[in-house]
């Protein structure tokens, strides 16, 4: 069976990348107009097409058009809470950690 989750989305991180990027840009129509329009595209697909799915005893996340390598939930050593944006490309502050395989702690 088949399970798919999508990723809950933090509408403030958009906010703040979105601003990050805009005060970073400089001048000209192109910088300006057209380079965020595209940046801000790609970013909102990602953001919003983020998905954890359960098939065949693997977990499997995609983010946007990237794709990571399945993993085995019987590997799976520990899962908890973590607000670290280090921890997991996700599109949102409330996150997850998962520890699996072969750990060095």
Same mark, same amino acid.
């Given at each position: !069976? ?7 989305? $933090? ?6 990348i979105?601003v ?8 000209g129509?192109?910088?300006? !107009?057209v380079?965020? +329009?595209?940046l801000?595209?790609f970013i ?9 799915t +359960?098939?065949n005893?693997?977990l499997k ?5 990237f $794709?990571f390598?399945p ?9 908890s809470k ?7 490309p996700?599109? $949102?502050?409330?996150?997850?950690? +998962? ?5 060095i702690?």
């Amino acid at each position: !069976m088949k399970k798919k989750y999508p990723s809950k989305v $933090s509408y403030g991180l958009l906010l703040f990348i979105f601003v990050l990027i805009e005060n970073g840009l400089g001048q000209g129509i192109f910088v300006k !107009m057209v380079f965020p +329009i595209i940046l801000y595209g790609f970013i909102v697909y990602l953001f919003f097409n983020t998905s954890y799915t +359960i098939e065949n005893g693997q977990l499997k996340i995609k983010f946007g058009f990237f $794709s990571f390598k399945p993993i085995d939930i019987k590997d799976i050593k520990e899962i908890s809470k973590t607000n670290s944006i280090l921890s997991s490309p996700a599109p $949102s502050f409330d996150r997850i950690e +998962i520890k699996y395989g072969k750990q060095i702690w």
